[in-house]
DNA sequence: GGGATTCAGGACATTTAGTATCCAGGTTAT
DNA sequence: ATAACCTGGATACTAAATGTCCTGAATCCC
């Protein structure tokens, strides 16, 4: 899995601290000594998925595009890594005995239906937690972490 | 995920459709069209994973090392792939503020415990099946799987 | 309008992982 | 002894992930 997935989830979890305001790419990498130009692709990913809206110019940056609850890590995972299984099914039966050359064996395949099963287990839980829930669990080990949060990036003016 | 993961357990599944004979790797490859050595490469690793028994010389080749009940999906996932997870956390929050050098973050960020949720259910989702039952099921849409099966090893005599 | 800031995205370069082949060495049946 | 077969290391090739750079467009401020 890529790396910005972890990228993503925490700067989501920051910029919910930092409704409506815009914040550049520039800062969200420093906040955790992130590569600025790579980051940003991951940004841009999050945009067209229409998890963050993002703004050109001065005053511009990322902000998230609705509200946290609403936001899944789902939708995370696939803006990143993209809509694929990892389990991809080559549909190697279609080289074996009596096989049917017009089948879907992505469909009709025991091994490829067993595999999607657990991905679907993997990605319903997924679904069933959004970046509210991370954010509130943070806070209630970590009730100081929006504020320090949001000293920190007023403080990388840089 | 490795494509091996594939070859893996249908092989596994013919495999339980020759209890007790001895397989090459050549035939086990030609059985779907794949390249011999690197099919013979994720064989070894199943071998190493004590999931199949290897015979060397004449007459030898592998075979299943216990009962297809007892070989789940996740045996063989993490044979191939290894045992790693899917989602790598990098202990982001080391570089951010008020980040405890001493702290596993690995453990203590909800991130990380959030997507180790999700793993985890896919993990047991892989569990709870097993070779046996792909058989089984298999059988149970064409109850001639395993006879045509043993036809095709049997006429494969290269 | 002009300059500065920032996002958008394409074009690279680098690194790493997956895919694949080959060979030398050890094991076993005949 | 010889041939068949597994084991594992070395190596090559390919694809994907990672990272950088640069041009262009949008936007703010003067």
Known sequence: MNEG?????????NLSWLPGEAVTAKRLAAFYNLPTAYLNKQLQALTRAGILTSVSGPKGGFQLARDPHKITLLDIV???DG???????TQILKQGPGADPKADYTKVCVVSQAMRTAELTYRR??????????????VSTSPDAPASTRNR???LKS
Chains 1, 2 share one sequence.
Request: hydrophobic share 55%.
């Open 78 to 80: 696939v803006a990143i």
């Open 83 to 89: 809509p694929d299984d990892a389990f991809r099914c």
């Open 125 to 138: 839980t997924l679904a069933d937690q959004t970046i509210a829930d991370i954010a509130e669990r943070v």
């Open 153 to 155: 990036f007023a403080n």
């Open 5 to 13: 997935v972890e990228w993503a989830m925490h700067s989501c979890v």
